[in-house]
């Protein structure tokens, strides 16, 4: 009796170290998914960079944009091209997995053209900037929330402005996959593995126990 006991409880140690073992592995791929994402996602935004660079964006000299029709664009070159792309198809009857999106797309033409494109010195410099955050804080996983929270505005003004277009052929499901990518690494927080948040949150943990509004906001932010 005493034996068959043993043999019954080393099988139920060997069950929980089994069960244990499994845990931490799933625990470790599910962290490392998470890491994959947001450095993935900040890559993307950082190879983006090259064809936009200060101070001219890849403009040309007199800064003129892509103009035309949806079927027969005349094109310039960096930034001044895909916004000018952006802004003839926002007169284009657009649909995004069969949801009528063109009410979006004029009111993101009618900015365009009125906002951005005069004012195209500044606002070349916030689009650079504002993937330059993204890219830097996804990839190094410093307060990962906030490059998340940019990395999704980004994402779906560029989901309104060129999903789905046919000339250039952009793939829908390319933006689409940018906005949920994003919204992981908002609900998730990825930079708490293999980021520098997890050494931030130490610092910030402290001060928002002591009620700092700054504490606070700098650790929902990581």
Known sequence: MEAGA???????????????SRARWETLARKAA?????????????????????????????YAFTTGTPQALQRTSGLCD????????????????????????????IFLENVVMPGIRIFGWLIFLGEAL?????????LTRLGGLVALGLALQLTVGLAGIRNPVEWEWSYLQMILLSIVV?????????????????????????????????????
């Open 6 to 20: 043993v043999r019954a409880h080393e099988g139920e140690w060997a069950a929980g170290d089994s069960l244990a």
């Open 34 to 62: 998470l890491v994959l994402a947001r450095i993935a996602l900040g890559y993307l935004f950082f190879t983006n960079l090259s064809w936009k660079l200060p101070p001219d964006f890849g403009c040309p000299p007199d």
């Open 82 to 109: 895909w916004i000018g792309v952006e802004q003839v198809w926002s007169t284009a009857p657009r649909e995004l997995l069969g949801v009528p999106i063109g009410w979006a797309a004029r009111l993101n033409g």
């Open 134 to 142: 993204a890219a830097a804080s996804l990839i190094l996983g410093l």
């Open 186 to 222: 908002l609900a998730f927080a990825p930079g708490r593995v293999l980021g520098l948040d997890a050494l931030l949150r130490t610092r910030f943990r402290p001060m928002a126990e002591r009620g700092s509004r700054l504490g606070r906001a700098l650790l929902t932010l990581t």
